[in-house]
Nanobody
Framework: QVQLVESGGGLVQSGGSLRLSCAAS????????MGWFRQAPGKEREFVAS?????????????DYADSVKGRFTISRDNAKNTVYLQMNSLKPEDTAVYYC????????????????WGQGTQVTVSS
């Protein structure tokens, strides 16, 4: 069983930056693909970014992004710290949402209900 805890959300002005963190425990972290999703009020939970999992030390960190965040957000992971990050730059009011991290043994997933494990979410609010 994998437990995920997000942190780093908050209130930021349009154009600003935030870095979200998601600390994992209870599993072999490097073997899990990690994803970030977000959900705004009244909307479906949507894919933001993902990064593959691999037990091979030589593996390249293959990432995937939603078009709406490509070039502004960067997902990364530190397997030594069992943590995945989402660096968010050039934030816009439409980025306002609760951000969730998710984990699954399969890589390349973009659909929320395909992920097995979820954190509790962290609120990001971008003011105009």
């Amino acid at each position: 069983q994998v437990q995920l805890v997000e942190s780093g959300g908050g209130l930021v002005q349009s154009g600003g930056s935030l870095r979200l963190s998601c600390a994992a425990s209870g599993g072999t972290f490097r073997g899990y693909a990690m994803g970030w999703f977000r959900q705004a009020p009244g909307k479906e939970r949507e894919f933001v970014a993902s990064i593959i999992g691999s037990t091979a030390s030589w593996s390249t960190a293959i990432t995937d992004y939603a078009d709406s965040v490509k070039g502004r957000f960067t997902i990364s992971r530190d397997n030594a710290k069992n943590t995945v990050y989402l660096q968010m730059n050039s934030l816009k009011p439409e980025d306002t949402a609760v951000y969730y991290c998710a984990a699954d043994r399969r890589s390349g997933l973009r659909v929320a209900n395909e992920y097995d494990y979820w954190g509790q979410g962290t609120q990001v609010t971008v003011s105009s």
